[in-house]
């Protein structure tokens, strides 16, 4: 057992990292774990005055093109190149099809899947010189599963997930892997706001905890742990894939509990 975690401790020393929305909830907790692991972390967001040695902090917009396009290389040229990009900036929204306006719409789209297009378009020729290249995708299980109020939103993520295979087949011949983490509702800081604003947020925790299988919502460090797990070369047969961390969520039908 000490051996095999200290393997883990060590199975991502010497990588290079960028994570996008690195500074705060998923991608923070992300981008922790990836340092621990051996890595160097490059937190790419909108504001990285929070991120702290030995992560390396740099301000991009993955709505801005030029932007994120500097951020990228200036993160390159302090680690001497890219392994690893973590697609996980991205941003939330409530609401059925008839409650988001087109400005809404459009914003989701831009940040959520024109983001990593254009992250991952800055990345490519980094990732290309690497002996170990992968993009890892923040999905969701909104993208595979029908969730009430968020119809924009699932959109956005069921267009991360076709993107993610469709950039797994483009690049696999390169020696690039890409793959998705689809998580269920985790408890992070969006979570937290969404809940606040509920007429009952005690309620509303609840009914979220009980949709997932295991009764409870997952957490940052739950999803973290699967990034690190597609980013390591122990998973270099993996692409394409979509990695659920849901509590069951996407895959299980359980029985109503007897009353």
């Known amino acids: 057992m000490r051996t095999e975690q200290t393997h883990q401790m060590t199975e991502l020393a010497g990588l290079r990292v960028v994570i996008t929305g690195g500074a705060s909830g998923i991608g923070r907790a992300a981008a922790e774990l990836l340092s621990a692991r051996g890595a160097l972390v490059a937190v790419l967001d909108l504001d990285v005055d929070t991120v702290r040695d030995p992560l390396l902090g ?3 917009d993955v709505s801005d093109d030029a932007s994120i396009r500097a951020a990228v290389d200036t993160a390159a040229a302090a680690m001497d ?3 690893v990009l973590v697609n996980n900036a991205g941003i939330g929204a409530v609401g059925t099809v008839e409650d988001n306006t087109d400005d809404q719409w459009h914003r989701l789209l831009d940040v959520n899947v024109l983001g990593i297009v254009r992250t991952s378009r800055a990345a490519l020729p980094h990732l290309r010189r690497s002996a170990h290249a992968a993009v890892v995708n923040m999905c969701s299980i909104a993208a595979v599963a029908g969730l009430p109020g968020r119809a924009a939103y699932s959109a956005s993520k069921g267009a991360v997930l076709a993107l993610t295979r469709a950039m797994a ?3 696999v011949h390169e020696g690039i892997r890409v793959n ?3 998580p269920g509702t985790v408890d992070t800081p969006w979570v937290a706001r969404l809940l606040a604003a509920s007429a009952d947020p005690a309620a509303e925790r609840a009914a979220l905890a009980a949709r997932q ?3 409870r919502l997952v957490t940052a460090a739950e999803v973290a742990a699967a990034i690190a797990y597609l980013a ?4 270099s047969a993996v692409t394409g894939t979509a990695l659920a961390v849901d509590g069951g969520m996407s895959g299980l039908r359980l029985r109503p509990a007897a009353k």
């Open 232 to 235: 390591a070369p122990s998973t």
């Open 58 to 60: 740099f301000t991009a």
């Open 213 to 215: 299988p295991n009764g």
């Open 180 to 182: 998705c983490v689809n």
């Open 169 to 171: 087949a483009d690049h």
């Open 81 to 83: 190149g890219i392994d």
